[in-house]
């Protein structure tokens, strides 16, 4: 007899872009353009305090937000970095990972038949948690706007029932970002609207134009920050990551993340502190390769017939195919991977638009990208 499960649960889905890499990576020789992991090794610096912290027997459970001491370095980081004020006592959350970060804010805000905006193409990572909450997803058009969400789109989508937008900036898949001037006029949408705005700025520090602007410098009260030291800082497998909200939001999110994992690892948490303490500006040589690769592939891409839009940050191009390429993305990208052992990800994956798009990770090596780039190239030379 199978006893019946939570139906919520049974909706979810493992994430297209893990299956996809899954099923393609037991290819030989492949060369991975798939997931969203740095290709450089966490500074040697904060390697060794994090060696240091075993040594010294911390290994303890921490203070639920975490230790004090990492809690006040990542508040000074921030405040420094993008000046932001959030008081390390009660308004800053050592998370599991920047994808706690985002459970933890979902669950503090969202109540059953509540509707959340997303901007499409998104992060499948928001699913799973909205929908977990017994709230709605709705989701917005991008494709039409160059992947911005715009006011006039907030008008358009906003009902009685909205209650978050969750705003990923610069963006997984597409790369864009938010000027400081667009940034402050969302702003004062936002603040119009009276809705929660959970700002997922884990891509913040891989900016190629302008600095980082926080929505959350403007409003403040309505704002969840989530944020964290994996692509800044090549610390994936760390799994730190910091929520900074007002006080009146952050200690019912140490309710929920109390009875999920306790506390962030100790080790990693003095690991952290670290980086936040002395490795302010560790991210700039990671993201000057990231332009430069950026730079190398887009032309090519391009020249290819590719629909590109700049990405201002992170490292992704999400590209759409040539009218004259009659594949969804799906199969083009498994055509792809099987006969010229190249994975990029379909981009179905993140868009209820994206048969016709496909996102490509360019954190990897510039030899690989290269390899890529011509097998590419060799590819779509099969369409003329």
Excluded at 22 to 44: H, R, Y
Excluded at 126 to 133: E, F, K
């Amino acid at each position: 007899m199978v006893l019946p499960l939570n139906r919520l649960v049974d909706d979810i889905e493992i994430s297209g872009i893990r299956q996809f890499s899954e099923k393609v990576g037991i290819i030989p020789n492949i060369i991975p353009l798939t997931l969203g992991a740095p290709d450089f090794p966490t500074p040697d610096h904060i390697k060794t305090a994090a060696k240091a912290a075993i040594d010294n027997n911390i290994t303890n459970y921490t203070p639920n937000a975490g230790f004090l001491s990492t809690r006040q370095a990542a508040a000074a980081y921030f405040k420094k970095k993008y000046s932001l004020d959030y008081d390390p006592l009660s308004e800053v959350v050592i998370t599991v990972g920047a994808t706690e970060a985002i459970s933890l804010a979902l669950s503090t805000v969202l109540n059953p038949g509540d509707e959340v905006l997303v901007p499409d193409p998104l992060y499948p990572g928001y699913t799973a948690p909205i929908h977990l909450a017994g709230a709605e997803m709705v989701v917005m058009d991008t494709t039409v706007t160059e992947f911005k969400v715009t006011p006039a789109m907030l008008d358009n989508y906003v009902t009685e029932k909205t209650k978050v937008l969750i705003l990923a900036y610069p963006c997984n898949p597409t790369g864009v970002t938010y000027t400081k001037e667009e940034a402050i006029v969302l702003a004062a949408k936002i603040k119009e609207l009276g809705i929660y705005l959970i700002a997922d700025e884990i891509y913040s520090e891989l900016t190629y134009g302008e600095e980082h602007y926080s929505l959350a410098r403007e409003i403040r009260e309505q704002t969840i920050v989530l944020n964290g030291l994996s692509k800044s800082h090549a610390m994936t497998g760390w799994r730190i990551g910091v929520l900074m909200a007002p006080e009146s939001i952050v200690r019912h999110v140490l309710k929920i993340h109390q009875v999920t994992t306790t506390c962030a690892t100790s080790i990693s948490q003095i690991a952290a502190e670290e980086a936040f303490s002395n490795g302010f500006n560790d991210s700039l040589e990671m993201r000057e390769a990231y332009r430069q690769r950026r730079d190398y592939v887009q032309p090519l891409l391009e020249e290819m017939g590719f629909d590109v839009i700049s990405p201002d940050g992170a490292f992704y191009f999400f590209i759409k195919l040539p009218e004259y390429v009659k594949e969804n993305s799906y199969d083009f990208a498994v055509a792809f991977a099987e006969q010229y052992q190249v994975a990029i990800i379909p981009g179905d994956s993140f868009s209820q638009k994206g048969d016709r798009y496909l996102r490509i990770s360019y954190a990897a090596s510039m030899d690989h990208l290269k390899i890529a780039m011509e097998r590419l190239k060799q590819m779509m030379a099969r369409y003329h």
